[in-house]
């Protein structure tokens, strides 16, 4: 059973840094890319970033580009996410999720299996 567990998320004020977290089992970590996405409320889910298998190659959106990094441990079996300079629009439920092959993708439907989220508020 794959299992995706994230953590890191909280209250945080505009201008602070948070590191997310995201803990895989049950599939082989390496062999897949992993993506970062957020919903706030009464808005639909969005990308914020995507790292390949190796993590050699990310993709991260524009609107937290310069801002977020991913990253990946294999050895781990986690990937984060750091969020620098953070602002009140960066509040939602962040969801890590991992897709059946190794490149990187931006679209929700490319992704199997999803964690059950952390919630990131930003106060300004």
């Known amino acids: 059973q794959v299992q995706l567990v994230e953590s890191g998320g909280g209250l945080v004020q505009a201008g602070d840094s948070l590191r997310l977290s995201c803990a895989v089992s049950g599939r082989t970590f390496r062999n897949y890319a992993m993506g970062w996405f957020r919903q706030a409320p009464g808005k639909e889910r969005e990308f914020v970033a995507t790292?390949?298998?190796?993590?050699?190659?990310?993709y991260t959106a524009d609107s937290v580009k310069g801002r977020f990094t991913i990253s990946r441990d294999n050895a781990k079996s986690t990937v984060y996410l750091q969020m620098n300079s953070l602002k009140p629009e960066d509040t939602a439920v962040y969801y890590c999720a991992t897709r059946d092959g190794p490149n990187t993708s931006s679209a929700l439907s490319d992704y199997t299996y999803w964690g059950q989220g952390t919630q990131v508020t930003v106060s300004s």
């Open positions: 790292i390949s298998r190796s993590g050699g190659l990310t």
